[in-house]
């Protein structure tokens, strides 16, 4: 630990190596391998041959299929985990047994008790553990943060987001686990400071008979008495990929398949208008006002969000700082994942979802916020 501790921090580049050279993993590759900040020293998986052709016949990079042999090299301070969900807790634990920094793919854990181990692991080594939310590092949502925190929304009242297409029906995992831990992620990153989460309620449909659900909808009721929710299909004949975000001030649209004008902004609206206000005579139709102003829409940076991930995961090993992404955020992500499966299994019974009472900001320290209920009554 304290060799991968001292590298990092004095100006050289990280060492790195990624294990999983399946559908993700090359483009973690492609990262490390073009930022300076690193120097790719090792790929890893247990199938060799895929490793080789992911590195092409000119690469010094090592390539093997033992987990063993990259832990032990002293050059390695970070590893990054791109292998299925099942596999996260095994091998980021012994990443940082052997003292390295680790960058896991989503979900953090297959669950909330493996992500907990793995959050407790690193605070005990005190080594960085990130969780690669890749959405959170587009610009598009980096802009959208900037804009819910700083008020230009006004308070939050919904969160609404759609991720449907003709999905690959995975063997390992259904659709609520693989592409919900996006728009959870999301919504983590985009809230404002002091709200959170405090109930899911989750419908879920295998109508093709996989074994698993390939359609589900989720909804979370937040503390401030906003509500967000999702809609995700492995079904849908279209793919579409949107968020909507209403606030009292203005509302606005991340389209994601839409590079043109990713993000519109609407200084459209209701408003109430206060009792007093309006005349007796005219209170039942009056309350209401409709704002119709411009939509506009923000320039946005062309960056590939993967480079601000590693970005970021370099910032943090560099000055010790927790990611956007940390653990904790993975884990609340990985709280509210747990208590949708709960509630689907029980025809969609809002499940409460337990708060640290410390507020929400991604960087707060002292408490495992979002805790799932079955978790909360096991410790
Ligand atoms: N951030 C994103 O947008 C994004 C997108 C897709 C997938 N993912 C995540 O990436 C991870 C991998 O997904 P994928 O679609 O690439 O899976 P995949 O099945 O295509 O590839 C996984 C690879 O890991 C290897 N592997 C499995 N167990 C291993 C072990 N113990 N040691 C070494 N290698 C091992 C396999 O041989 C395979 O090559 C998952 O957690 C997934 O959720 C993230």
Known sequence: MAGAQAASRHGKPIGVAV???GYWGPNLVRNFATSPEYLLTWLCDL???RAVRVLGPYSTVGVTDDLATVLADERVHAVAV???AGTHLDIALAAMRAGKHVLVEKPLAATYADGLRLVREAERAGLILMCDHTFCYTPAVQKMREMVHSGELGDLHFFDSV???LGLVQADTDVLWDLAPHDISVLEAVLPPGVEAQSVAAHAADPIGAGRPCVAFVTLQLTSGA???FHVNWLSPTKVRTTM???SKRALLWDDLNPQQRVTVFDR???LIPAEEVGEKDRETALISYRTGDLTSP????REALAGVVQEFADSIRTGRPPLTDGRSGLRVLAILEAASESIALDGIPMPLYGSGAGRDLHEQSHLAFQPRRALADR
């Open 19 to 21: 294990v999983g050279a």
């Open 47 to 49: 199938d060799k041959s």
């Open 82 to 84: 791109a292998t299925p």
């Open 163 to 165: 991720r449907i297409n």
């Open 227 to 229: 509500i967000a929710h």
């Open 245 to 247: 975000i209403g606030g």
């Open 269 to 271: 609206g209701v408003d």
């Open 299 to 302: 320039a946005l940076a062309n």
